[in-house]
């Protein structure tokens, strides 16, 4: 995911980007965005996360301010608990607000 960052930006200087991620997702969101450079950060307008098992985990720098979380709180795997239930699978009604927030980052 960095790499593909990398090549959005240096394609498309002027985009800004959105990333997303659910369970594992949201885990490869973390990992990428600690290993793209500071000043690539500043392309992303915005990052949506459901079912985080990393939730409560910082993104570094500019993108603390661009990120949105939704964990449910009967899903155990946002607690740091590898079990995939029911909570864990009904993120689906979250999803108008999240496109209502990364419109307005876009």
Known sequence: MAALIEKAVSQCP???IVLGGFSQGAQVT???MARIAATLSTKVAGIV???NP???QPF???LKKNVLTFCNLDDPICFGIPLPILGHQ???THTAKAA???TGKV
């Open 90 to 92: 009904k993120y689906k």
């Open 100 to 102: 209502a927030w990364v």
């Open 30 to 32: 973390h990992k990428a």
């Open 49 to 51: 996360l459901f079912g």
């Open 14 to 16: 002027s985009a800004k």
């Open 54 to 56: 990393d939730n409560g």
């Open 60 to 62: 570094p720098g500019v």
